[in-house]
């Protein structure tokens, strides 16, 4: 009932500008990455790749398991089983190549070396690249929470990389925790297909469809629970359509997860 009452309070109170909620979201990402140290968990993943047909039905599906060690502003995934089966050592090893072919190839972002230099997920350069609009402030996980709509800027935007040219068709909306400013969820889709290579000799990407919902563990880290991307596109002369869904579960502080027992607090 106080909560409610709080929330009733807030929502008579002006809406803040989206620029400012976002100048807000950046500085807290910049401080949880040049943080020294910060709760660890521990959790589970599980990943299933489906491959679509032509009506969006599912032709052909995967499952795998990971065990995820979340350190230092990190996820630190260890796959466990494909299809309920424990992986192979080559396996292994050639998972951690694909994943590696592809961040580089299609993010442009090495998320390693941007946690080694303590870099935030949000950057000046990427907010620089939209325009965002506080919609409403709602309630989301018991809590108050903006949404603030996004689209890309009107002039002219860098195009120099795949990335870029991704980034300048992407458009959604992020609900922003008032309290702590961190994503609660965001929404993203792609608004025009997207070229590659020399008159699109590459390929394209004709739709592209990210939502990601996150929660507020005790420690006061917001961790990803659930996860979705739907992605069509061509690669040279072949189409493909794929769809993953992430559902991350068991959440538990490391230390406990180990068996160490957390030391009590002192008393005066």
């Known amino acids: 009932?106080?909560?409610?009452?709080?929330?009733?309070?807030?929502?008579?109170?002006?809406?803040?500008?989206?620029?400012?909620?976002?100048?807000?979201?950046?500085?807290?990402?910049?401080?949880?990455?040049?943080?020294?140290?910060?709760?660890?968990?521990?959790y589970e993943k599980w990943l299933v790749i489906e491959e679509l047909d032509g009506r969006d039905q599912t032709a052909k599906s995967e499952e795998r398991l990971y065990q995820v060690r979340w350190a230092g502003g990190l996820p630190l995934?260890?796959?466990?089983?494909?299809?309920?089966?424990?992986?192979?050592?080559?396996?292994?090893?050639?998972?951690?190549?694909?994943?590696?072919?592809?961040?580089?190839?299609?993010?442009?972002?090495?998320?390693?070396?941007?946690?080694?230099?303590?870099?935030?997920?949000?950057?000046?350069?990427?907010?620089?690249?939209?325009?965002?609009?506080?919609?409403?402030?709602?309630?989301?996980?018991?809590?108050?929470?903006?949404?603030?709509?996004?689209?890309?800027?009107?002039?002219?935007?860098?195009?120099?990389?795949?990335?870029?040219?991704?980034?300048?068709?992407?458009?959604?909306?992020?609900?922003?925790?008032?309290?702590?400013?961190d994503a609660a969820k965001f929404s993203v889709t792609l608004l025009e297909p997207v070229s590659f290579g020399w008159f699109g000799i590459l390929g394209a990407l004709h739709r592209c469809e990210l939502v990601s919902e996150r929660q507020r563990m005790p420690g006061g880290v917001w961790l990803a629970t659930r996860q979705s991307l739907l992605i069509k596109g061509r690669f040279f002369s072949s189409t493909f359509r794929f769809r993953l869904t992430e559902n991350c579960s068991g959440f538990q502080p490391a230390a406990v997860a180990a068996g160490v027992t957390p030391a009590s607090p002192a008393h005066p």
């Not at 008579?12 to 990455?33: C, E, I, K, N, Y």
């Open 1 to 42: 009932m106080l909560l409610l009452a709080a929330v009733l309070c807030r929502a008579a109170d002006p809406l803040p500008d989206g620029d400012t909620v976002m100048q807000r979201l950046l500085a807290r990402s910049q401080a949880l990455a040049k943080a020294e140290q910060g709760p660890e968990y521990t």
């Open 77 to 181: 995934e260890r796959l466990i089983k494909i299809q309920g089966r424990q992986v192979t050592d080559a396996e292994l090893r050639k998972e951690a190549e694909r994943e590696e072919r592809l961040r580089q190839k299609f993010a442009g972002v090495d998320v390693k070396k941007k946690a080694a230099q303590k870099e935030g997920w949000v950057t000046m350069q990427l907010l620089e690249r939209f325009q965002f609009q506080v919609k409403e402030r709602i309630v989301l996980h018991e809590r108050p929470t903006l949404v603030v709509s996004f689209r890309p800027k009107m002039e002219k935007l860098p195009a120099k990389t795949i990335a870029d040219k991704l980034l300048n068709q992407l458009a959604g909306t992020v609900w922003v925790d008032e309290a702590e400013a």
